[in-house]
């Protein structure tokens, strides 16, 4: 980065990092890391990020909601892996619980459905184990439950 050869004030940090975070929702660590990299202070870091907070440019819970749509939705993740995610960048648990109840359940399956289904379509192996595999892998890495997995894995290659 070519932020280690200039210093910011106070004020120039504060305004780079509103900008920063109207242009799509932050958390806390991405901020924080962020203040790091400009070679902010401690004391200037607290206060830079209690300024973001209390002029809503910071929120953790819409933070954590936005994520959590927008990963289900473009990514096709299923749970596990946005809650996995969401610890990653410190989210707490109870914004993590939050966010995952946006999710519409009939919706969740409804994906999940699809995407299982269009996955084992482009399976190529000739061996049902080995089809098996690859797709509750596939899924599993995805952050769908194991238990889904499974019982759609047994669905779609039965014994």
Same mark, same amino acid.
């Given at each position: 980065?070519? %932020?280690?050869? @200039?210093?910011?004030?106070?004020?120039?940090?504060?305004? &780079?990092?509103?900008?920063?975070? #109207?242009?799509? !929702?932050?958390?806390?660590?991405?901020?924080?890391?962020?203040?790091?990299?400009?070679?902010?202070?401690?004391?200037?870091?607290?206060?830079?990020?209690?300024?973001?907070?209390?002029?809503?440019?910071?929120?953790?819970?819409?933070?954590?909601?936005?994520?959590?749509?927008?990963?289900?939705?473009?990514?096709?993740?299923?749970? %596990?892996?946005? @809650?996995?995610?969401?610890?990653?960048?410190?989210?707490? &648990?109870?914004?993590?619980?939050? #966010?995952?109840? !946006?999710?519409?359940?009939?919706?969740?399956?409804?994906?999940?459905?699809?995407?299982?289904?269009?996955?084992?379509?482009?399976?190529?192996?000739?061996?049902?184990?080995?089809?098996?595999?690859?797709?509750?892998?596939?899924?599993?890495?995805?952050?769908?439950?194991?238990?889904?997995?499974?019982?759609?894995?047994?669905?779609?290659?039965?014994?």
């Amino acid at each position: 980065m070519n %932020n280690n050869s @200039k210093f910011y004030t106070l004020h120039e940090a504060t305004k &780079k990092l509103e900008s920063f975070c #109207a242009y799509q !929702e932050r958390c806390h660590a991405e901020v924080t890391q962020k203040l790091k990299n400009m070679r902010m202070i401690p004391e200037a870091i607290d206060v830079i990020v209690t300024h973001l907070i209390q002029e809503n440019y910071l929120n953790e819970e819409r933070f954590a909601v936005s994520f959590a749509r927008g990963k289900f939705r473009i990514k096709k993740w299923g749970r %596990n892996r946005i @809650k996995l995610e969401l610890k990653k960048r410190e989210i707490s &648990k109870y914004n993590i619980n939050k #966010a995952l109840k !946006e999710i519409n359940n009939s919706e969740y399956l409804e994906v999940f459905n699809l995407m299982a289904e269009k996955k084992a379509a482009l399976i190529t192996e000739q061996n049902t184990q080995k089809q098996r595999k690859k797709l509750t892998d596939y899924l599993l890495y995805r952050g769908w439950e194991s238990s889904l997995v499974y019982a759609k894995v047994m669905d779609l290659y039965p014994y």
